[in-house]
Every structure is written in structure tokens, then in C-alpha cells.
């Protein structure tokens, strides 16, 4: 069933009146007649639209029917990762395992080293799924066994979240049409997000278009493990899928569907755009007017459209059907039908990969029947074995989307990320060695030390058998060729973060750093190099696995001055505020530049809706980020030690100490001043439209988001000016009360 919803807000106006589409779980026409009569009677009764008068709808209507209509009315966030833990529980400390968690940038090779800590064959089984670009897009945590089952436990996302998505595809391919672009490249908007996280390309196909143009997607062959089921046997992908696959899904169809969807864009946008040039009552001279008016005004315009929605509609239809192909496993749904999580316990190893292979795969011939971009979280468990080791040390491996999926380097990394870093025993930094540290992995590295968790840090320099130079003859050459890059990455981190800071992280590179080579291969079969990256991840693993005893605080506790805690706060919020007036074009910043107005329209939505980024714009990690920075500069300038001077190492201890504590108290304020708060002023930037929209919708960002949730303090004694100010010295009086330092 199909209604607009009189309470939810819609995505394209703001307003209430979302459109939602639900199944309703039953297959008896009289049934859904009378659910559907029931959910009328909700819709005419306004005193039943409050959240709270859930329990009592729920004591006249059908269960289905009541979580249909108040599903996502109150603003919560489904909990995936709590999902995945009652599903397949990760191990903890006390069983004696460690978490480890890879950052890095795209390309690096962090899955290639998940799959030699695994032991999978790079042959025949592939997993994880590996390429030169982007592969990882789903967090991929994976627990090393001793013993056996196999187990899985897959978690999607949610159904409005792929709508959504699908809407901005819908909507991107018929802004193309309109800019005269060409129809492959409508198409390849039509099936992949702009921002790569929904590649539904991956589940519906890559169709051709009806021209003489080349093969959609051509130019991203590279992105492919092109041979991953090269062993497949005779019947090839078609073999490894089944042949049930057909009988489920028609490729042909979805192909037809595809296609056909072009023209039907083409005369939406013809629609709209005779709607707007009779509304401005434009003659052929305004013809450049209409066109910028109609470009601003199309993706809302279309939205207001029937014939809009059916289009998602039928893509959305082909994509519950690839989840009908999955025979293997159990499947649970959520009470309106939609996918929520999947599991599968066996002994067979391959049968599990090969499976399992379905929810990761980036193999191009299976394009049309994967449900790769439908996925938010993959969590394994099995005897997995190394080639290199007899045995398997007790570790859960945690890779997320690499660094460099996003195609600007953000100042900081995602709230996700960072608390990621907080919860984990470890954390391994992949890098590639052939060329220097980029942005990316380096505002990692500053996030890490700036929350305290220095301690934690590894380090894993790849594709180190690529280092040929008549410079560089011996391992040693090359390691130390590596090194020395390096050093300029911690003389710029010793800048901004101040020496402890660099001699933390420096102190880590020292004493946990690794060098490998042809990881892409068995290493037993690689010869010298092969060795002796065999060795170098043994010890890798060990260290990884080994125990280490806190570091000592010593006695000595530091005092610091209050004012200074003021300062370190204002010059946080200025230095945010600089960034983002860049950011919304309000004034310009070389470090900063512009974004583009669509973006920031989308980011302006994504805050509206309760989320707390958009791609690599991340307003609130930037404000976190800030702060975490400048009161750890703060700590490093203590007015006086009491219980004695504290040697360099005992200082770093007691500063990590601190930070760590702040840290996990500042995520739920900054969340708070910048989302929660200033919820209804972000749905109000996203209002806006027509001619200079784009600059009121940056005004109101900048006064009645970042202007209120994060003023910088003044010297007036405004409540309002300064209740940021308070917030964070709150915090920190509270952590000094907990960790015995002093505020004077």
C-alpha cells in the first residue's frame, strides 16, 4: 500500500506528507482489504497521529497496521551493530581476543591483508572481495576461531534509507537528461549513487543503452576482482548463482526497465520545465532564466510528480526480488517485509565463502544479482588459518569503507569512525609504500592521538616488493626510504599537536612497524620476498595479539589554568566557523574552498533527518575534531606539575588519560548543539528555493545552526553566547574530578 504520511516530513518539500510504501505480510485479498480500511481510519483520525498514542492504536488496530503507520515517527536510529551482537556475539577481552581495526586509504590494501590473516585462497576464494579502487563500502567484522562452524550475520539497510537513495539516483539521471548529457551517462546516474555507497548496479546490472556509445562502465574495468570465480566450474557466474536464479528474476526485464525509464524521464523533466517557464511567464530571451531556475527547482519539482515516484517504485520492486534468490541461510524481515539481517551457520567452508561471497562480491559478471550496496554491516566467525601460521591468533578484524571514498579528503573522520578507535584493543594502519602518507590516513593518525589512543597504534606499509630503484638495492634501503616519508607526516602532526602528540605516535612507528610485499599471492610461493613478508606478518600478528601492560601515570598530576580552557574552546569554535563559512561560500578560504550548492542541500537534508553527515561533509566530527585538538594542546601546557616533575613518558600517559575521558563525553554534546538542537533550523535550510536560495540556505546554516549550537564565546556576559563555553568546561571539570587533575 501506497499513502502519504500527515505527520512524517517529506524529503523533497520539508513538510509533513511523506510518501510510504508498505507491504502489509499477507497474500489474502480480503485481508488487505480490511488493513488497508483500518489504516484509512487512522489517516481520518488526527487525535491518533501522536507518537505516544501508539498503545492505544495498537488496542484498536492490527498490529501490522499500527507499525506501518508510526514506524519511524519518533526520530530513533535502528541499531545494527546491536542487531549483528544478538545474532553472532564478538568476543571479548576476557576469552582472550583483541580488536583490531584497519584504516586506510583507498587502495591501500587493508582487505588484502584481512584475507592473508584469514588464509583465504586469492584463487579460488576471494574473500573478502578485493580490487584497485573502492571495495569496501559495509563494515566487514570477522573473528578468528579455533574451531569450527562457519557462521554469518548480515544486517541491511533500511528500506526508506535505499528509497531514498534511489530518489536521488531517479532524480541525478534526470538532471543529466536535462543538462544534455548523454543517455549512458543518465543510466550510469540512474544505478550509482553519486557517492558510490549504492552501487545498485551491483544488484540490478549494468545495462547498454539502444546507441553506437560504449559499454556502460567501461572506463571503471579496473574496480573489478575480475577473476574472482574464474574456478567457478563450467557453468561460470550462472553456475556459482544457481540456475533457480532465472526462475526468480528475469535480467531481461530489469534490463527493459532500466532502459525504458530514460524516456519517462525525459518527459517529466519536459513537463517541468513547461510548468516553470509559464509560471515565470518567460519568453525565449529568458531562456537562460527558465534554465537555472528549472535546474535548482527540478529535484523538488519531479518529487511532486505520481508518475516520479512509480519510477522508484519499480526499481525498488526489482530489488526485493534479488533477496527472493537467497535459499541458503535464514532471512529475517522486518513486520512490513523489508530484509533486516541474515545468517548461516555450516561446516562447509566453501559453501559458506561462496555464499557469504553474494553480500560482498564486487565480480562484474554477477552484476544484476549481487546485494553488495544493500548491505551495512557483514560479521564472520570460523577456523580461518593463515598460510603462514600454524595456527590462528585469537583477533577480530574490523575493516571499514577506506579513507578515500569520499573524493575530497575531509578534515576529519566520520563520528563512526572515531568511536570505533575509542572501543578497539587495536589499530592497524595500511599504507602503501610506494607512495607518500596521504591526507586521509593522516587525519586519522591526528584523531587517534588527539582522543588518547596513541598507544594503540600499528603500522603495515604494503606492496613493498613495487619499491625498485637502483637507490634502494637492499630491504634495509627501502625501509628506511619509507621511514623518511614518514618523518614528514610527524614533523607536520609535531606542528599542529605539539611534541607530544608527534612523539607518541612517532614512539608507535618505532616500535610496531611492518613491511610486506606480494600480498596478493600465497606467500609460500613468492620465494625470498615471500618469506620474508611471511615473517614480517607472523610478528605482525603476534604483536597484534600480545598484551600490554597500561602505561604508567607515574604520581604526578598537572594543574591548569581555567582561562586557558576558555581560549583553547574559542579558538576551536574559530577555526570551525572559518572553515565552514568557506565550505557555504560565505567567504573564501583556500583550505575551504566552496561546496557545491547540491551538496550542501543534501547535507542540510541528511541533518534534517537526524543523521550527522553527508559524504566527506561532516559538521559535527569538524566541530568535535576542533575541540579534541585544541584542548589537547591545552593539556600539553599545564601552569605546574603537583607529586613531582613526571618523566616524558608519564606526561603522554596522563595526557592520553585526559583526552580519552573528554573524548567520550564530547559525542553526545556536539551531537546535541549541532543536530538535535538545531533540528528544525537545518529542515529550514533545506526549505529553501528559487532564485538565491542557495545563498539563504547558506545564511541560515551558518547564524542558526553554527551560530547557535557553537557561538564562540565572547567577553560579554551573554548566557546564550557562552552556554557552548560552559558546556565544554562542564565536561572538563568533570573528567578533572574523575582523573584528580585540577582546574585553577
Not at 565552514?580 to 567567504?587: E, I, K, P, Y
Not at 547535507?603 to 576542533?626: C, F, I, K, N, Q
Amino acid at each position: 500500500m501506497i499513502f502519504r504520511h500527515p505527520v512524517r516530513l517529506d524529503p523533497s518539500t520539508g513538510r509533513p506528507g511523506r510518501r510510504v510504501r508498505r507491504g502489509l505480510g499477507t497474500a489474502v485479498d480480503a485481508e488487505a482489504d480490511a488493513l488497508v480500511d483500518q489504516l484509512n481510519e487512522i489517516l481520518r483520525t488526527q487525535s491518533l497521529w501522536e507518537p505516544h498514542l501508539r498503545q492505544q492504536a495498537a488496542k484498536l488496530f492490527d498490529s501490522r497496521v499500527v507499525d506501518v503507520f508510526y514506524e519511524d515517527l519518533e526520530s530513533t536510529r535502528t541499531d545494527f551493530r546491536k542487531i549483528r551482537d544478538d545474532l553472532l556475539a564478538l568476543p571479548t577481552a576476557s576469552e582472550g581476543y583483541k580488536h583490531v581495526l584497519l584504516v586506510g586509504t583507498t587502495g591501500a590494501g587493508k582487505t588484502t591483508v584481512v584475507r592473508q590473516l584469514l588464509g583465504t585462497d586469492p584463487e579460488t576464494e576471494r574473500f573478502p572481495s578485493t580490487s584497485t579502487a573502492k571495495t569496501t563500502v559495509a563494515d566487514t567484522e570477522i573473528v578468528l576461531t579455533e574451531a569450527g562452524p562457519y557462521r554469518a550475520a548480515i544486517t541491511f539497510a533500511g528500506r526508506d534509507e535505499v528509497i531514498d537513495h534511489l530518489t536521488e539516483n531517479v532524480s541525478a539521471a534526470a538532471l543529466a537528461l536535462f543538462q544534455g548529457k548523454s543517455e549512458e551517462d543518465a543510466l550510469r546516474r540512474l544505478v550509482d549513487h553519486v557517492n558510490q555507497r549504492f552501487r545498485f548496479s551491483y544488484v540490478l546490472g549494468r545495462p547498454e543503452v539502444p546507441t553506437d556509445g560504449d559499454h556502460l562502465g567501461d572506463d571503471d574495468e579496473d574496480e573489478f576482482d575480475e577473476d574472482e570465480f574464474d574456478d567457478a566450474g563450467e557453468g561460470g557466474a550462472e553456475d556459482v548463482l544457481g540456475p533457480a536464479d532465472l526462475k526468480v528474476i528475469d535480467p531481461a526485464a530489469t534490463v527493459a526497465l532500466l532502459v525504458q525509464t530514460l524516456p519517462r524521464l525525459r518527459a517529466m523533466v519536459e513537463k517541468c520545465t513547461v510548468s516553470a517557464r509559464e509560471e515565470l511567464g518567460a519568453t525565449d530571451k529568458d531562456a537562460r532564466v527558465v534554465e537555472e531556475v528549472v535546474e535548482e527547482t527540478l529535484d523538488t519539482s519531479l518529487r511532486a510528480l505520481e508518475e516520479f515516484h512509480a519510477v522508484v517504485d519499480g526499481l525498488l520492486h526489482e530489488i526485493e526480488l534479488r533477496f527472493s534468490l537467497l535459499t541458503e541461510g535464514e532471512l529475517r524481515r522486518t513486520r512490513q517485509g523489508w530484509p533486516l539481517s541474515w545468517t548461516l551457520e555450516t561446516e562447509d567452508r566453501a559453501a559458506f565463502l561462496k555464499t557469504v561471497m553474494r553480500f560482498s562480491s564486487n565480480y562484474a559478471p554477477l552484476f544484476g544479482r549481487l546485494l553488495t550496496p544493500l548491505v551495512n554491516g557483514i560479521r564472520v566467525a570460523g577456523p580461518f588459518v593463515p598460510t603462514w601460521a600454524e595456527a590462528s591468533d585469537r583477533l577480530v578484524l574490523i575493516d571499514v569503507e577506506g579513507l578515500g571514498h569520499t573524493p575530497k579528503s575531509a578534515a576529519s573522520v566520520s563520528t563512526d569512525l572515531a568511536k570505533r578507535i575509542d572501543e578497539v584493543d587495536a589499530i592497524l594502519v595500511v599504507d602503501n609504500a610506494t607512495a607518500p602518507m596521504q591526507a586521509a590516513p593522516v587525519s586519522a593518525l591526528k584523531a587517534v592521538a588527539v582522543s588518547g589512543n596513541s598507544g594503540k597504534l600499528h603500522f603495515l606499509f604494503t606492496h613493498f616488493d613495487h619499491m625498485r630503484a637502483d637507490n634502494l638495492p637492499r630491504f634495509a634501503d627501502r625501509k628506511q626510504h619509507v621511514l623518511a616519508s614518514v618523518e614528514n607526516v610527524l614533523n607536520a602532526m609535531g606542528k599542529e599537536l605539539g611534541p607530544v602528540g608527534e612523539r607518541a605516535v612517532r614512539t608507535q612507528l618505532e616500535r610496531h612497524c611492518y613491511f610486506v610485499g606480494g600480498m596478493h599471492r600465497p606467500l609460500d610461493d613468492c620465494g625470498r620476498e615471500g618469506k620474508r613478508t611471511a615473517g614480517q606478518m607472523r610478528s605482525l600478528s603476534a604483536d597484534l595479539s600480545a598484551d600490554e601492560a597500561a602505561p604508567d601515570t607515574g604520581p604526578a598530576r598537572p594543574v591548569f589554568d581555567r582561562m586557558n580552557l576558555s581560549i583553547a574552546v574559542s579558538e576551536a569554535s574559530r577555526n570551525f566557523h572559518t572553515r565552514w563559512r568557506g565550505l557555504l561560500g560565505l567567504t573564501h578560504n583556500p583550505d575551504a574552498p566552496k561546496e557545491h550548492w547540491t551538496r550542501v542541500k543534501a547535507l542540510s537534508r541528511r541533518l534534517a533527518e537526524g543523521r550527522d553527515e553527508y559524504d566527506s561533509l561532516r559538521p559535527v566530527a569538524d566541530l568535535r575534531t576542533e575541540l579534541q585538538v585544541q584542548i589537547f594542546l591545552l593539556l600539553q601546557r599545564p601552569v605546574r606539575w603537583e607529586g613531582g616533575a613526571p618523566t616524558e613518558e608519564e606526561q603522554g600517559a596522563v595526557i592520553d588519560e585526559i583526552s580519552s575521558a573528554v573524548t567520550g563525553k564530547l559525542y553526545a554534546l556536539i551531537d546535541q548543539r549541532l543536530r538535535t538542537d538545531v533540528q528544525n533550523a537545518w529542515l529550514d535550510a533545506y526549505r529553501q528555493h528559487g532564485p538565491r536560495s542557495t545563498f539563504a540556505r547558506a545564511r541560515i546554516i551558518d547564524a542558526d545552526v553554527f551560530g547557535r549550537g557553537a557561538p564562540v564565546p565572547t567577553a560579554a556576559a551573554s548566557p546564550d553566547q557562552n552556554s557552548f563555553l560552559k558546556a565544554v568546561a562542564d565536561i572538563v571539570t568533570e573528567v578533572a574530578d574523575q582523573n584528580t587533575f585540577v582546574l585553577d
